[in-house]
């Protein structure tokens, strides 16, 4: 396994480019399940999650083609397929339930292991089911799979009042529902970026939907649809994620590609902590207003909210920030496993339940400390740039699922970052 190696240094300066976002591409990718024409990625990113369902569509029968040292990805799917995802691909990645609504709406039936366990949560499949039983599919569990099958062999439309806006739920049911019979709608659907993105790639395809970024999504199924060419929406978690990099090092950093309308709540906290950002015509430059940082509160929420898969990160500045913050984590039961690595760092931080009490410290020092997720790993590489000594993070095999590139990207703005093989 690699870890790697960073020597708290001094203020960044220059440009990072921002890839296409992991959460739009592995949505857009099943939705090529629902025609027999060729569907065409541009912008995709280069990630181990992106060849995982690459894996797994190409198990289904679906050919995909990388190109363009994988940021072009051309799929295609015709004739029937093979409607088993099996457990030992769907087990390294949740988000391969997304080929559940796809496989049902395009041949009736699927079977679909759980995805198991994850390190942030239980993560049930629930909202997905129920939501599919409603539009007439019959869903069991035998073995760890889900054995869908629709009734009459296609699915129906239905009124669906969603009990939490799920993301992965809102992206199975708006795929699954542009093939079925009449009309879906989805109240309190999720709103985030990423669905706008899969509803404009659906409607290329010839889908009708409207309502998507709001709570509310209406789908009239039609027969078929066609082939289409899209681009992959700026990863907003990514940007988000080396905004942060200015803000804890200092100096100034501009993001190509970046958005202020992708993070607007993300910025406003950046802005009540103390951190300029500005809109560039090449994206956005980041830097801190004065010196210091300001301790700020921040509680997760489903978009237009705080993203959760910031909240990693956002603890990495506010533990050496002016004052005491709370983070308050209400999408995830267990996402603050980076919180005892920072504590080896130095960082103050006190855990209950789904709160965490950061009070800032003057500086972190380096130290070994362990990647547990994805998103945790990079908060342990945002604090240790500006920690004083070495860190070493070990583990690193989560932040490939989700960073491309990580090390060229940091180094190239200053960061003294390198990767090692573990003896
Ligand atoms: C998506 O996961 C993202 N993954 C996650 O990003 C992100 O954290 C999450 O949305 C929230 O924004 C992808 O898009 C591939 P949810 P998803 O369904 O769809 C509960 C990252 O770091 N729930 O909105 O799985 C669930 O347990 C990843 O890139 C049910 O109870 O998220 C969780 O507590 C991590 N029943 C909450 O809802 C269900 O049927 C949010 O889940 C579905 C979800």
Do not use: W
């Not at 004739?79 to 088993?84: D, E, L």
């Not at 103390?274 to 015509?281: A, C, K, N, Y």
């Not at 070994?368 to 994805?374: E, F, N, R, W």
């Not at 583990?395 to 970052?417: F, M, S, T």
């Amino acid at each position: 396994m690699d870890s790697i190696v960073v020597k708290g240094g001094g203020a960044l300066s220059g440009q990072i480019p921002i890839a296409g976002a992991k959460n739009a591409c592995l949505t857009l990718m099943p939705a090529c399940l629902l025609s027999e024409e060729p569907l065409t990625l541009t912008n995709a990113p280069r990630l181990s999650d992106i060849r995982t369902m690459t894996e797994l569509l190409r198990s289904l029968g679906a050919e995909v083609t990388s190109m363009q040292d994988g940021q072009v990805l051309a799929m295609s799917c015709h004739g029937a397929i093979n409607t088993r995802a099996e457990y030992d691909i769907v087990r390294k990645m949740r988000a391969s339930n997304l080929v559940l609504g796809p496989l049902l709406a395009r041949e009736g039936h699927a079977q679909v292991s759980l995805p198991g366990g994850c390190a942030i949560g239980a993560r049930p499949m629930d909202i997905h089911t129920d939501s599919l039983e409603l539009m007439g599919a019959q869903i069991d569990l035998r073995d760890g799979y889900l054995h869908a099958k629709a009734a009459g062999g296609k699915l129906k439309g239905a009124v669906i009042d969603f009990p939490f806006a799920s993301v992965g739920a809102t992206e199975n049911i708006m795929m699954a529902a542009t093939l079925a019979k009449g009309t879906t709608v989805i109240n309190n659907a999720a709103r985030e970026p990423e669905i706008v993105d899969l509803a404009d790639c659906l409607r290329a395809m010839g889908a009708q939907i409207d309502g998507d970024g709001t709570s509310r999504i209406e789908i009239q199924g039609v027969d078929r649809l066609h082939g289409a060419t899209h681009r992959v929406v700026t990863d907003r978690i990514e940007l988000g994620t080396y905004m942060l990099a200015p803000a804890i090092c200092g100096g100034e950093v501009e993001l190509l590609g970046g958005r202020i309308n992708l993070l607007q709540a993300f910025c406003e906290k950046l802005d009540a902590a103390g951190i300029d950002v500005m809109e560039t015509e090449k994206g956005l430059k980041v830097a801190r207003r004065n010196g210091s940082i300001q301790a700020v509160n921040v509680t997760t929420e489903p978009f237009p909210g705080f993203p959760t898969d910031l909240q990693a990160q956002m603890m990495a500045l506010l533990c050496t920030a002016q004052g005491t913050s709370v983070l308050e984590e209400k999408i995830f039961e267990n996402r603050f496993m980076h919180a005892p690595e920072l504590i080896r760092m130095g960082a103050e931080i006190e855990v209950h339940g789904g709160t965490a009490t950061v009070t800032g410290v003057k500086k972190l020092k380096g130290a070994p400390v362990m990647a547990t997720d994805l998103r945790a790993s990079v908060s342990l590489i945002l604090a240790a740039m500006a920690a004083e000594g070495e860190t070493k993070v070990s583990r690193v095999y989560h932040l490939d699922r989700g960073y491309e590139h990580v090390v060229a990207k940091l180094r190239g703005v200053g960061a003294n970052i390198e990767r090692i093989k573990d003896q």
